[in-house]
């Protein structure tokens, strides 16, 4: 629902290049402590230097006709979510090209003779997933929960000295569907486990969209914009206005009111839509509606003309800050709460 990265990283070049440079150091690291065989009784060849060599190889068989292929591995690793898109796309689209690719990062042996695929994430996962969790690396990173449903904290924490990561390194580009992206630094997102493993598995709820919609869709993409398209709205249903006239409690009403989209853009909407849709937002959320009706009813007890009135006595600094006490709106959106998305909704709607 947030976009991967915090707007500065967008902006800060440098930054940018500094944390690629991290995360292809690591990554050329760990390849290059891994040992491989193409055959059997073949001799031991490093990871890193057999990706490479095969990655160069695909780009200058398909440089004409897939243009954004990288030209080396460490390019794949940071390809930016607008060239995996664009190589996706011709991965699907062109037969040779994805047998190619299928082909050479397919199978190879390890040490013990046990077969794994050249990209194997395995082999990778839990420095990948450290590297999310290190402070340099935090601060350019825009989300605390779970990127797709926004209703779970993704977090690490110590035992023993040990860092645990309480997330999952979901690939947008499912790794079984197209195992080039495996390692790609833009193709992860931080989301928690039901959304991971239980729901979105290989699933692919962007199948029919050209290149620039599959870009926008990325998580990791500055062109991701969720917020500007798909607005949640808490909305009556017919028999509230069955009820009796006299004062009630929206909380005590939850059957009342249903949880909707408002689509904000005719067309970019339906984007965002397939996404929420794909991962069961409505009806994950439906459990959680009696707190978000009791949110509006605070809302309603306490309007702007309550805190004009409370400016008027106490000063507007002591209004601004019972307002912040009573509602909690700035340190929501500073910490990135669970559900941050659907009370920003909720206060544009009663505002």
């Known amino acids: 629902m947030f976009r991967v990265y915090t707007d500065l990283f967008y902006k800060d070049i440098e930054q940018k290049r500094e944390f690629e440079e991290r995360y292809i150091f690591l990554i050329r690291k760990t390849a290059e402590n891994i040992h491989v065989k193409l055959r059997k009784n073949a001799k031991l060849v490093k990871l890193y230097s057999l990706i490479d060599s095969k ?4 780009h200058e068989n398909f440089e004409s006709s897939v243009s954004d292929f990288p030209k080396n591995f460490e390019k794949l690793l940071t390809l930016t979510p607008r060239e995996i898109a664009s190589v996706y796309v011709a991965y699907k689209k062109n037969e040779n090209f ?20 050249v990209l194997d994430f395995s082999k990778f996962s839990r420095n990948i997933a450290q590297f999310f969790t290190l402070p ?9 929960t779970c990127f797709y449903c926004n ?3 993704i977090n690490s924490y110590e035992i023993e000295n040990s860092k645990k990561n309480q ?9 079984s569907r197209c195992p080039l992206f495996s390692l790609s630094l833009y193709n992860f997102v931080p989301s928690c486990q039901v959304c991971n493993s239980r729901i979105k598995q ?20 500055e062109n991701y914009k969720y917020m500007d398209y798909l607005r949640f709205r808490i909305i009556p249903k017919k028999n509230l206005y069955q009820q009796d006239s006299r004062s009630f409690s929206f909380s005590e009403m939850k059957d009342s009111f249903a949880i909707e989209f408002e689509k904000l853009d005719e067309k970019k909407s339906v984007l965002f839509e397939k996404e929420a849709n794909a991962f069961d937002i409505k009806k994950r959320y439906e459990y959680h509606k009696k707190e978000f009706l009791a949110y509006i009813d605070k809302l309603r007890k306490y309007p702007d003309s309550y805190f004009l009135c409370y400016a008027n006595i106490h ?6 800050n019972l307002n912040e006490a009573i509602f909690n709106k700035c340190f929501r959106n500073q910490e990135r709460q669970i ?12 505002e």
């Open 55 to 58: 990655i160069k190889r695909i």
């Open 136 to 144: 340099d690396n935090e601060k350019v990173i825009n989300i605390n």
């Open 315 to 320: 000063g507007i600094n002591e209004a601004n």
């Open 202 to 221: 290989a699933g692919e709820y962007y199948k029919k969209c050209n290149e620039e919609q599959l870009e926008m869709l990325f998580p990791s993409s």
């Open 98 to 117: 994805r047998k190619t690719v299928d082909k050479e990062l397919g199978m190879v042996y390890g040490v013990k003779n046990g077969k794994h695929f």
């Open 151 to 153: 209703k779970t904290y």
């Open 339 to 350: 559900f941050q998305k659907i009370y920003n909704d909720i206060d544009s709607q009663i």
């Open 167 to 175: 997330f999952d390194i979901d690939h947008f580009i499912p790794k």
